[in-house]
């Protein structure tokens, strides 16, 4: 199947087609017109198997027998076939968007104790499950510390993270600085090419994520046999642990948010070029030198001589001095 046809199946899919439905309806369409025996030879199904999905496409106005040719099929028109399906499709996801807002109105206003707003997750499944759920279900932020100890999903298994960018959902991530040493944010720089916002403290006060500034969860013990978390739905207290996130968040360290390509340095350019940025944000936020040519996917001697070319720039004779110049100049600031 060519790239384009899987990507067609994969789409009708999402439309309810089967995988043998969505690749026979795709093969109809190319081909105009088929026999069963021609139909279930390019599907590789058996003559059966190929009738009995061609009267489930007919039944559904996706396929029909031709009129002029016995034994024969052909395929609704796509545009105006689909069309139909997926306006019923908005229409369910409407309905059922309705549904989750009656509800959670519901919710509110019957919670009127205290383990409606309070919720206890135990286990790294169950913790790990709700994580990601409160990034699929956020709306417009997510804001949350991030420790070196991940307990039930790490950076690189968070793919709801990945869908929630996708959608418009807009991140804040504060890093402890031992963070940038682990092997498991190796991809930092895959996050900030996401247009993330991403901070660095030398501690932060706890893990937390909080989504759409109405519901948050941390965890409990931390030295207890199993992950657990506190989800919670209480309005003053999610209130306070945000105070508590733009507290952090305002005195911590940003990182550029650059993507360069070059590893190429002009000497008379009146300042530092993309990736020079990267390593002074990285450097200024605590990272070493090897921590930094892995996170940027860059040679140790590449680091090296940006970092002795910035310091030729600025006349600076110390890191410490190469910092201050930055600062001053502009290249590297809080906000």
Same mark, same amino acid.
């Given at each position: 199947?060519?790239?384009?046809?899987?990507? @067609?199946?994969?789409?009708? &899919? #999402?439309?309810?087609?089967?995988?043998? !439905? /969505?690749?026979?309806?795709? $093969?109809?369409? =190319?081909?105009?017109?088929?026999?069963?025996?021609?139909?279930?030879?390019?599907?590789?199904?058996?003559?059966?198997?190929?009738?009995?999905?061609?009267?489930?496409?007919?039944?559904?106005?996706?396929?029909?027998?031709?009129?002029?040719?016995?034994?024969?099929?052909?395929?609704?028109?796509?545009?105006?076939?689909?069309?139909?399906?997926?306006?019923?499709?908005?229409?369910?996801?409407?309905?059922?968007?309705?549904?989750?807002?009656?509800?959670?109105?519901?919710?509110?206003?019957?919670?009127?104790?205290?383990?409606?707003?309070?919720?206890?997750?135990?286990?790294?499944?169950?913790?790990?499950?709700?994580?990601?759920?409160?990034?699929?279900?956020?709306?417009?932020?997510?804001?949350?510390? @991030?420790?070196?100890?991940? &307990? #039930?999903?790490?950076?690189?298994?968070? !793919? /709801?993270?990945?869908?929630? $960018?996708?959608? =418009?959902?807009?991140?804040?991530?504060?890093?402890?600085?031992?963070?940038?040493?682990?092997?498991?944010?190796?991809?930092?720089?895959?996050?900030?090419?996401?247009?993330?916002?991403?901070?660095?403290?030398?501690?932060?006060?706890?893990?937390?994520?909080?989504?759409?500034?109405?519901?948050?969860?941390?965890?409990?013990?931390?030295?207890?046999?199993?992950?657990?978390?506190?989800?919670?739905?209480?309005?003053?207290?999610?209130?306070?642990?945000?105070?508590?996130?733009?507290?952090?968040?305002?005195?911590?360290?940003?990182?550029?948010?650059?993507?360069?390509?070059?590893?190429?340095?002009?000497?008379?350019?009146?300042?530092?070029?993309?990736?020079?940025?990267?390593?002074?944000?990285?450097?200024?936020?605590?990272?070493?030198?090897?921590?930094?040519?892995?996170?940027?996917?860059?040679?140790?001697?590449?680091?090296?001589?940006?970092?002795?070319?910035?310091?030729?720039?600025?006349?600076?004779?110390?890191?410490?001095?190469?910092?201050?110049?930055?600062?001053?100049?502009?290249?590297?600031?809080?906000?």
């Amino acid at each position: 199947m060519t790239q384009l046809g899987g990507a @067609v199946v994969e789409t009708l &899919a #999402a439309l309810g087609f089967t995988s043998d !439905e /969505a690749q026979l309806y795709r $093969t109809l369409v =190319g081909l105009g017109s088929s026999g069963l025996e021609e139909l279930a030879r390019r599907c590789q199904l058996t003559p059966i198997a190929a009738g009995r999905i061609a009267v489930a496409l007919e039944q559904r106005g996706l396929v029909a027998q031709s009129a002029a040719v016995t034994d024969r099929w052909v395929a609704a028109p796509p545009g105006v076939a689909l069309r139909a399906l997926v306006n019923e499709r908005r229409h369910e996801l409407d309905q059922a968007e309705l549904t989750a807002a009656q509800l959670s109105e519901a919710h509110r206003t019957d919670a009127h104790e205290v383990h409606d707003l309070m919720e206890v997750v135990v286990g790294a499944s169950a913790v790990g499950q709700r994580f990601l759920q409160l990034q699929l279900g956020a709306v417009s932020e997510v804001a949350t510390f @991030v420790t070196d100890q991940p &307990a #039930a999903v790490t950076s690189v298994d968070n !793919e /709801a993270e990945d869908v929630a $960018t996708a959608r =418009g959902v807009h991140y804040r991530i504060v890093l402890e600085r031992n963070v940038l040493e682990t092997e498991a944010q190796e991809n930092l720089v895959d996050v900030l090419r996401r247009d993330q916002e991403i901070r660095v403290v030398e501690r932060v006060p706890t893990k937390l994520i909080i989504a759409d500034s109405r519901t948050a969860m941390l965890p409990l013990d931390r030295d207890a046999d199993e992950p657990a978390a506190l989800v919670i739905h209480a309005g003053g207290v999610v209130q306070s642990l945000m105070a508590l996130f733009e507290s952090v968040w305002r005195d911590a360290w940003p990182l550029v948010l650059a993507t360069p390509d070059a590893d190429t340095f002009v000497e008379d350019q009146p300042g530092p070029d993309a990736l020079d940025l990267q390593v002074l944000a990285l450097l200024i936020a605590g990272a070493s030198d090897v921590r930094v040519a892995k996170q940027l996917d860059v040679g140790l001697r590449t680091v090296q001589r940006r970092v002795r070319s910035l310091m030729d720039v600025t006349k600076a004779t110390t890191r410490i001095q190469l910092g201050w110049a930055a600062c001053e100049r502009g290249w590297v600031t809080r906000s």
